[in-house]
């Protein structure tokens, strides 16, 4: 199962980040391959929505929420599953908590087994996107926090 991991510290409270998170309305603007999302008014364990990508309507579901901390999403496109993990972590020095720690995974089960694992795990397109979200994330919550 290919997996690309990465991180980064944003200059804002967990709870600015977790609000960029956790606004469905503000996916399109983050979230990868989301250009809208329909039937999802709030980020709860077990919710399910449409998001559309280029004009196809696609599914997913919010499989684990702890505010402030962990958001996890499954995304169903076709026979491709995929798992996008944000976890929060305060990062600040001496206990402040206005620097926020931003870690992301991306994670799918890929076509040819074992030697398909191996061949998207290097995927660079990939790696690139889980590199954009987190710049978009930060952006937008740095922008919140005024920063």
């Known amino acids: 199962m290919p997996k ?9 409270p967990a709870a600015t980040v977790w609000n960029v998170l956790s606004d469905p309305n503000k996916w399109p603007l983050w979230f990868p391959d989301v250009d809208a999302i329909a039937s999802l008014t709030g980020v709860k364990s077990g919710a399910t929505f449409q998001w ?12 684990q929420v702890q505010p402030n901390q962990l958001l996890k999403v499954t995304q169903q496109d076709g026979s491709r599953q995929e798992t996008h993990t944000f976890e929060l972590k305060g990062s600040g020095w001496f206990g402040k908590d206005n620097e ?11 076509p040819g087994g074992i030697l398909g694992s191996f061949v998207l795990g290097g995927n660079p397109v990939d790696m690139m996107s889980v590199k954009r979200t987190l710049d978009k994330v930060k952006s937008l919550a740095e922008g919140q926090a005024g920063r």
């Open 4 to 12: 690309f991991e990465r991180h980064v510290e944003i200059d804002a």
């Open 52 to 63: 559309n990508d280029n004009g196809t309507m696609k599914t997913g579901t919010i499989g």
């Open 100 to 110: 926020t720690r931003l870690e992301y995974t991306l994670e799918y089960e890929a």
